[in-house]
């Protein structure tokens, strides 16, 4: 990761769906940036369909989800 503005980290999974290991949930990996004055950045997702973000550890990220040619996130599962 590096840091690219506003604190913000780049991530080759950046737009891809994602599961957070930590809940098990599946949603689409917005931002790795840190949360409040916090200086660790975390990892923001988002539901597929909408919803409230939410936030977990970048080393909980797993099974990134390939873009397809439409460039949205393929739900496999």
Same mark, same amino acid.
């Given at each position: 990761?590096?840091?690219?503005?506003?604190?913000?980290?780049?991530?080759?999974? #950046?737009?891809?769906?994602?599961?957070?290991?930590?809940?098990?949930?599946?949603?689409? #990996?917005?931002?790795?940036?840190?949360?409040?004055?916090?200086?660790?950045?975390?990892?923001?997702?988002?539901?597929?369909?909408?919803?409230?973000?939410?936030?977990?550890?970048? *080393?909980? #990220?797993?099974?990134?989800?390939?873009?397809?040619?439409?460039?949205?996130? *393929? *739900?496999?599962?």
């Amino acid at each position: 990761m590096t840091a690219t503005g506003l604190m913000h980290r780049s991530h080759p999974w #950046l737009g891809h769906m994602v599961t957070d290991s930590a809940t098990g949930r599946r949603g689409i #990996l917005r931002a790795i940036a840190p949360e409040g004055t916090a200086p660790t950045p975390v990892a923001w997702l988002a539901p597929r369909r909408g919803g409230i973000e939410w936030t977990t550890a970048p *080393e909980n #990220l797993t099974d990134p989800t390939p873009i397809t040619p439409a460039g949205r996130p *393929e *739900e496999t599962t």
